[in-house]
């Protein structure tokens, strides 16, 4: 089968969505054309610095051709679409066509499946209160008029919108009138096969002899993109209030230079912390090694893809939900700690932390719940096993 996506952003280092998805359907044999942006930065895609001079180009990731294209029109980084996408479409002549959020291109995507009726069209989305709809322009004009445009139209050419969380199902049904029923569940997967092969290499152990961590300690690990709504203070904060319990505290990630204030305030809360460390941005496939060294994760609040990886290692987690990131569609086995808002303070994470750890028997029961919850929900060999059958 010949699959070609179209994302806002595809960067072959990194671990995301468009990544994994390509990686599986490839390994199932299918053939994968990604058409995507210019942008290579994650930081510059997330702040909205696009350089529009950046020229299009093709390469191959994997066996994977990815294209990026330039944007014909960008208005106000919130409505844009890439050059003509028919071209492509016609030279790819897709079976599938998967489109990840409601793109600009779509209009030239119908009409391709209008010309060629047996090729099918899926869509996923992202977007949920806790990321979009902040304000009422945003909800009744850009969501509620605009993109509402765009996906009414493609609405009878899909044959399936998946969404990625239970609240991005909600967000659907109310600013685009998308019938529950006819949206799906797709959570985002990990890497298992790589998980496996880090787990047989014992990469978390070799790590820990790098970073002079004791065997004994409790290893406790977060990150992402180092901003201010993650909150990293706080479990900074925590970490140093339970001296008793040998705690060592690995931040993966970085701030990026809008936020370096914010990752230097960080470093500044730690400097006298021997036990906590930073280890910069890190490429994909690093990330698993690090969180295999790991006993538990915390993320004391806004979601990130590292929630899924650490499952999928077969984590423990307490993550904060500051509002519209429910999280419970993953703790079917009683493997996540899930801090409401008005909890989301140094001294629950402390509470928490204390509990978990100081129970071997809890932290290796939620740890096997971690690890069944990473094979029924965020195996990608099911899941893209999905998206071929809708």
């Known amino acids: 089968m010949k699959v070609v996506m179209l994302c806002e952003f595809y960067n072959e280092t990194l671990e995301y969505q468009e990544n994994l998805l390509t990686k599986y359907y490839m390994k199932h044999d299918h053939e994968v054309t990604v058409v995507t942006s210019t942008f290579e930065s994650v930081f510059d895609y997330y702040n909205d610095k696009h350089d529009n001079s950046m020229p299009p180009r093709t390469f191959y990731d994997g066996g994977a051709k990815i294209i990026k294209l330039r944007y014909r029109y960008n208005i106000f980084n919130r409505l844009r679409a890439y050059t003509s996408i028919s071209g492509i479409l016609e030279r790819e002549r897709p079976d599938l066509i998967y489109i990840h959020d409601i793109m600009l291109n779509l209009p030239e995507a119908i009409r391709y499946k209008k010309v060629h009726p047996e090729c099918r069209m899926i869509m996923d989305y992202h977007a949920d209160y806790s990321n979009s709809g902040k304000n009422w322009v945003s909800r009744r004009v850009l969501h ?3 993109r509402k445009w765009f996906l009414d139209r493609a609405r009878p050419h899909l044959s399936k919108i998946f969404a990625i969380t239970p609240t991005t199902i909600l967000f659907l049904h109310e600013l685009y009138n998308v019938p529950v029923e006819d949206i799906e569940l797709l959570p985002l997967g990990a890497d298992l096969d790589y ?14 002899k790098k970073l002079g961590i004791a065997d004994d300690a409790i290893v406790i690990v977060t990150g992402g993109k180092l901003e201010p709504w993650k909150k990293t203070e706080l479990l900074i904060e925590a970490v140093r209030t339970l001296p008793s319990l040998r705690l060592e505290l690995v931040i993966i990630g970085d701030s990026g230079q809008k936020f370096a204030d914010y990752k230097a305030s960080l470093l500044k809360a730690a400097s006298a912390m021997p036990n906590i460390h930073f280890i910069g941005w890190l490429e994909a496939k690093d990330i698993y090694k690090y969180l295999d060294l790991a006993d538990l994760a915390v993320f004391p609040a806004s ?8 499952i999928a290692m077969g984590l423990p987690l307490i993550v904060g939900d500051v509002g519209g990131q429910d999280i419970s569609y993953l703790n079917l086995h009683d493997n996540i700690v899930i801090l409401p808002k008005h909890r989301i303070r140094a001294d629950c994470l402390v509470e928490e932390i204390s509990r978990i750890v100081s129970d ?10 971690a690890r069944a919850v990473a094979d029924e929900q965020l195996n990608w060999d099911r899941l893209i096993e999905r998206t071929l059958r809708s």
């Open 144 to 146: 509620g008029v605009l």
């Open 195 to 208: 998980c496996a092969e880090v787990r047989e290499r014992e990469e978390g152990d070799i790590l820990r």
């Open 303 to 310: 979601q990130s893809i590292l929630w899924q990886q650490a």
């Open 360 to 369: 071997p028997g809890c932290l290796k029961t939620m740890g096997e719940g």
